[in-house]
């Protein structure tokens, strides 16, 4: 079975500092890894994956995550935070033939104060 | 760019009432999903469809059904909702060719009470 578990539900931090967000998997099976940013209102966007290769993956807007198997983990960082950056972000994890089914984490909700 | 349109963004209903959440994607997407969204729990599954007519169970299936009479268009219904159903629920489609590295699409999300 798989499971994803992002720990702290709440990160704040300064405009203009460093972003991590940590998310920790289980699989037994070589993960497909998620990250999806969730602004007020609004669905779900994909903000970057990883499937196979180079195991540090950039996605949009300046957000960048590093695969690491032998800590399973799959954290999002950024280096500076901006305003615009407040939001919810899901992390999840599908598998091989798992038909696209995506388990997702308990999320983390990121403010950015001025 | 793809669409993902769900029917009402916010529903409120009394307990016992038939509920029908609609959702409907132009990209003609094999995939389709319903999630509910709670506080400190993330997003779980629901139901899932694969193609026209077929559908599976997610994690929390029990007072939800479906329907997927046309490719577009996936249908989550509440029998007779109860208050524990008062959630936020989200639809999402995503293209069956890219296996599971492929990427879900969401709708805006419909919260719904029920009172």
């Known amino acids: 079975a798989q499971s994803v578990t992002q720990l702290g539900s709440h990160v704040s931090v300064s405009e203009g500092a460093l972003v991590l967000l940590r998310c920790n998997y289980s699989s037994s099976v070589p993960p497909y890894l998620f990250w999806y940013v969730q602004y007020p209102n609004q669905g779900l966007q994909l903000l970057l994956k990883y499937t196979t290769g180079a195991t540090l993956v950039k996605g949009i807007n300046g957000f960048e995550a590093e695969f690491k198997k032998s800590e399973t983990s799959f954290h999002l960082t950024k280096p500076l935070a901006h305003m615009s950056d407040a939001a919810e972000y899901f992390c999840a994890v599908s598998a091989y033939n798992q038909g696209g089914k995506l388990i997702f984490g308990q999320g983390t909700e990121l403010s950015v104060k001025p | 760019d793809v669409k993902v349109t769900q029917s009402s963004r916010y529903l409120v209903k009394r307990t016992g009432e038939k509920v029908f959440l609609e959702c409907v994607q132009d990209?003609?997407?094999?995939?389709m999903f319903w999630y509910r969204q709670d506080p400190g729990l993330g997003l779980r599954l629901i139901y899932f469809s694969y193609d026209v007519k077929m559908k599976e169970k997610g994690d929390i299936p029990e007072g939800y059904s479906v329907s997927r009479e046309k490719k577009e268009r996936f249908s989550l219904i509440l029998e007779s909702a109860s208050t524990n159903q008062t959630s936020m629920y989200l639809c999402?489609?995503?293209?069956?060719?890219?296996?599971?590295?492929?990427?879900?699409?969401f709708g805006p999300g419909t919260r719904l009470t029920v009172l």
């Open positions: 990209m003609d997407h094999e995939n």
């Open positions: 999402a489609s995503s293209f069956r060719g890219g296996g599971s590295t492929d990427t879900q699409y």
